[in-house]
């Protein structure tokens, strides 16, 4: 079946500007979360989603970032007055339960570059 | 705060080489463990995970991982590397404030010489 899906792919954006990042999660999953992964670095927990609700948010840096699923399967993450500090890959996974044992199946991630 | 470190960044191994990968955690308390692999080209896939039981864990494409608790220590390990397992991997760690929050080891990027 499909898997975890991100869009765009590539994101370019100027300093200031706002954007959107997409996540269509595996069909079914009810708990989905957004990773952040610097360069050489791991990813970095943002937000956790179990259905509609965002059930844990502790990982988003301030607040301009904010994040949606106002459906429970899709989920839209936002970032307000990019900032450069901002450029990173931004990553979905979703799991069909949440904590152990389920396994978070990983989208390809959105490459964000604020010039 | 819990934390993991891997140790080595980079390594390059030839084809039929062995391979074990340092990976470390902060927490002392019960951790459930994992080791992700990501291809070129390719998302963060499982590769093995261990919550309880037996400390020697067996995952896909032959490679395990060892969990020794008084070491805070869940190393990978492989007897003999192919090409195809050129990737980079990283382990992850939850357990202290959240079961579903993952923290991640920087990785390490694995290069086998054909």
């Known amino acids: 079946g499909a898997g975890v899906s991100q869009t765009p792919s590539n994101k370019v954006t100027e300093k200031g500007k706002y954007v959107e990042l997409r996540c269509d999660p595996i069909s079914g999953h009810t708990a989905l979360y957004w990773y952040r992964q610097s360069l050489g670095q791991g990813p970095e927990f943002l937000i956790y989603f179990q259905g509609t609700g965002a059930a844990d948010d502790s990982g988003l840096p301030n607040d301009r970032f904010f994040a949606v699923r106002p459906e429970g399967s899709v989920s839209t993450l936002k970032i307000q007055r990019t900032e450069r500090g901002d450029s990173a890959v931004y990553l979905c996974a979703s799991s069909d339960g949440a904590g152990v044992p389920y396994e978070q199946y990983f989208g390809p991630g959105t490459r964000l570059t604020v010039t | ?114």
């Open chain 2, 1 to 114: 705060a819990q934390s993991v470190s891997q140790h080595n960044h980079h390594v390059i191994l030839s084809e039929a080489a062995s391979l074990e990968l340092g990976c470390n955690y902060s927490y002392g308390g019960t951790v459930n463990l994992f080791w992700y692999v990501q291809y070129p080209g390719q998302h963060l896939q499982l590769l093995l995970k261990y919550f309880s039981g037996d400390p020697l864990v067996k995952g896909i494409k032959g490679f395990e991982a060892e969990f020794i608790k008084s070491k805070f220590s869940f190393n990978l390990r492989k007897p003999s590397v192919q090409w195809s397992d050129t990737a980079e991997y990283f382990c992850a760690v939850n357990g202290m404030d959240s079961n579903y929050q993952l923290i991640w080891g920087a990785g390490t990027k694995l290069i086998i010489k054909p």
